[in-house]
């Protein structure tokens, strides 16, 4: 039995304590309509239909990075596989397997790509051990323990010689974390830690997590948001600092965020804080970033979706639902 997946690939100073962002995008000075044409930002647009077979089944898509021809894309969810498909959808191989055995994993919880080595590395939150493969040849190289075993992370990201990964704490005792490590990629070590989790609310439950922390945008930069941030960060081949913000007068509050986080927590089947979160403006996310645009989407009162687009070269916004 044969189904398709599809990829549809687009061609393409506010003071904090933190420091300062590059851009302030304010929800009162924005226009807002329904939707608007995707010609404003995309001068084009494919839809690749990803062959899915016993070899390549895919229940989600939780990542997607690209290198050269090859779309590599990991099913977390359900499979726990990496699979690598041309750029017409056809399906080419799985890189490395689960097992117990020497380079074999556990538990994918992500992957990113050394492209200029032809390495891509494989995060195995339950193992605390990043694999890396050479995925030309399709073969372990080398497997690292993440030094730091009191914090989990969920999302990684291979920046200039060095590994980026989010923060969070399996132990409900634990109330503030970093909230980006930089890793060795030859022996796991933590370089350094950035920010703290009050640039997030001090929300660090690992259970309930954004799909994606880093977004790559232009010059080979890459933007970080978790999902009480405001302020979302830049990573680049210097440092890291704030970018962006969004101000939106009913982005959700602190003590708002407890109260809710708290309810999922002691309600008889452990709800989720979508549900008790039934106000407010969170959720900063789909980040993508061109010459001319920054925009994203961000959740509204639970179940409402709205999306930015803001033009760096005239500061204007338009707040709208859809492209």
């Not at 599809?6 to 939707?35: C, M, P, R």
């Not at 399906?91 to 055995?101: A, F, H, M, N, V």
């Not at 993440?146 to 399996?170: A, P, R």
């Not at 634990?174 to 990629?185: A, F, G, H, R, S």
């Amino acid at each position: 039995m044969r189904q398709l997946y599809h990829i549809i690939i687009l061609s393409t100073f506010y003071s904090f304590a933190w420091g300062q962002v590059k851009y302030e995008i304010d929800i009162n000075k924005a226009e807002v309509k329904n939707n608007i044409p995707m010609s404003i930002v995309f001068k084009s647009m494919k839809i690749i239909p990803l062959e899915t077979n016993e070899n390549s089944l895919i229940a989600r898509i939780n990542k997607i990075e690209i290198y050269n021809n090859w779309i590599f894309v990991i099913d977390n969810f359900k499979a726990n596989t990496l699979h690598i498909f041309d750029k017409e959808g056809n399906y080419i191989k799985q890189i490395g397997r689960k097992g117990s055995d020497p380079g074999e994993y556990k538990q994918l919880s992500t992957f990113t790509i050394d492209k200029q080595n032809k390495h891509v590395y494989l995060l195995d939150n339950y193992l605390h051990k990043i694999f890396i493969y050479d995925f030309i040849q399709n073969k372990c190289v080398k497997e690292i323990s993440i030094k730091n075993h009191q914090y989990e992370s969920f999302h990684m990201q291979y920046i200039d010689g060095f590994l980026y990964t989010d923060v969070y704490s399996y132990n409900p005792q634990i109330k503030k974390t970093p909230l980006i490590q930089k890793i060795d990629c030859e022996s796991g070590n933590i370089i350094k830690a950035f920010y703290d989790s009050s640039f997030n609310m001090d929300y660090v439950n690992r259970n309930e997590i954004e799909s994606f922390a880093f977004y790559p945008i232009a010059n080979n930069n890459f933007c970080f948001a978790q999902r009480f941030m405001n302020t979302i960060l830049l990573i680049d081949q210097k440092n890291i600092s704030p970018y962006f913000s969004f101000r939106h007068p009913n982005f959700v509050k602190k003590e708002e965020m407890e109260d809710a986080a708290s309810k999922a927590y002691n309600s008889p089947k452990r709800s989720s804080i979508y549900i008790t979160l039934k106000k407010g403006v969170y959720s900063i996310n789909e980040i993508f970033e061109t010459n001319k645009h920054i925009s994203f989407s961000y959740i509204m009162n639970r179940n409402v979706i709205r999306t930015i687009l803001y033009d760096k070269t005239n500061n204007k916004t338009i707040d709208f639902d859809f492209f």
